[in-house]
């Protein structure tokens, strides 16, 4: 099992920036990658931005504006979010996917809120 805790929402005005956090525990050492998922009201959930050991992946739409970073000995994913846009208003989830056996698992944590707004 795969337990993740979010923090760093909040809210901000357009042009602004914000951190978010968060910390995995569990199997961590079958991680395969880790990233963040968002959902704004009325939308489906989409793929913000993902990390593996070799690369990264951003959606188009924050492209130069967020960044994935990962801390291995803490086990904790970031994402640095400069520029931010009212767009980007939407629950934010920490997600890891996970070998188990010869499959793979995703896991999603609570959510944190982040509001763009003037």
């Known amino acids: 099992q795969v337990q993740l805790v979010e923090s760093g929402g909040g809210l901000v005005q357009p042009g602004g920036s914000l951190r978010l956090s968060c910390g995995a525990s569990g199997s961590t050492s079958s991680f395969v990658a880790m990233g963040w998922d968002r959902q704004a009201p009325g939308k489906q959930r989409e793929l913000v931005a993902t990390?593996?050991?070799?690369?990264?992946n951003y959606a188009n739409s924050v492209k130069g504006r967020f960044t994935i970073s990962r801390d291995n000995a803490k086990n904790t994913v970031y994402l640095q979010m400069n520029n931010l846009k009212p767009e980007d208003t939407a629950v934010y989830y920490c997600?890891?996917?996970?070998?188990?056996?010869?499959?793979?698992?995703?896991?999603w944590g609570q959510g944190t809120q982040v509001t763009v707004s003037s």
């Open positions: 990390i593996t050991s070799t690369s990264t």
């Open positions: 997600k890891v996917v996970v070998k188990e056996g010869n499959s793979l698992s995703a896991y």
